[in-house]
């Protein structure tokens, strides 16, 4: 079945620093592809989303591009900030039920300033 | 903005009682969705409904069922509590109509069975 794979976490960084979360993916049929943010105490937030291959999500300076040929959906920022400190989770839709969505594991992120 | 809300942020509850989980959501969504958040499990779909009076099983739903009497809230029920059931419990809603159908999650409730 379909299925979502992250990088395992804990990720420490520094403020201002890099980040790249990887994740790849198998699905049947051409999904459409998301990252979810979880902050202490919260529930999650769509971050961004992308519907068709090539196509890039950007939403508070993160952006993930869907990678057909590579199945993967890899977020990046450029320069994270200590509130950027979250639970991050890729996702897709199913393709046996369409309204359902498949999370990955969820990597932690922690900012150090 | 969509909004979900829930009635509980903090549960606590007794082996065997019986516990509701309210979520009513505000965007018209068709669809809403009960999952449970543990550590070093990610999310897990518990039920899941598309439409008033229809309801499907996620990948757990032993111990659990639901109630969606009217489009905008969805229940979820604990006939006999138990402590394997305390954890993070997250609603969320979707559209039923075009092709993205991103969901949009409650703040959770965290429930405690002792």
């Known amino acids: 079945g379909d299925s979502v794979t992250q990088m395992e976490g804990p990720v420490t960084l520094s403020e201002e620093a890099f980040l790249t979360i990887n994740c790849t993916y198998t699905?049947?049929?051409?999904?459409?592809l998301f990252w979810y943010v979880q902050y202490p105490g919260e529930g999650l937030q769509l971050l961004l989303k992308?519907?068709?291959?090539?196509d890039k999500g950007s939403n508070k300076g993160f952006e993930a591009t869907y990678r057909k040929e590579t199945t993967s959906f890899h977020l990046e920022k450029g320069s994270v900030q200590v509130s950027d400190s979250a639970v991050y989770f890729c996702?897709?839709?199913?393709?046996?039920?369409?309204?359902?969505?498949?999370f990955g594991s969820g990597t932690r992120l922690s900012i150090r300033p | 903005d969509v909004k979900v809300t829930q009635s509980s942020r903090y549960l606590v509850k007794r082996t065997g009682e019986k516990v509701f989980l309210e979520c009513v959501q505000d965007m018209d969504h068709e669809n809403m969705f009960w999952y449970r958040q543990d550590p070093g499990l990610g999310l897990r779909l518990i039920y899941f409904s598309y439409d008033v009076k229809m309801k499907e099983k996620g990948d757990i739903p032993e111990g659990y069922s639901v109630s969606r009497e009217k489009k905008e809230r969805f229940s979820l029920i604990l006939e006999s509590a138990s402590t394997n059931q305390t954890s993070m419990y997250l609603c969320?809603?979707?559209?039923?109509?075009?092709?993205?159908?991103?969901?949009?999650f409650g703040p959770g409730t965290r429930l405690t069975v002792t």
């Open positions: 699905a049947t049929g051409y999904p459409s």
């Open positions: 996702a897709l839709t199913d393709y046996s039920s369409a309204s359902k969505i498949i």
């Open positions: 992308a519907t068709k291959a090539d």
């Open positions: 969320a809603s979707s559209t039923g109509t075009g092709r993205t159908y991103e969901q949009y």
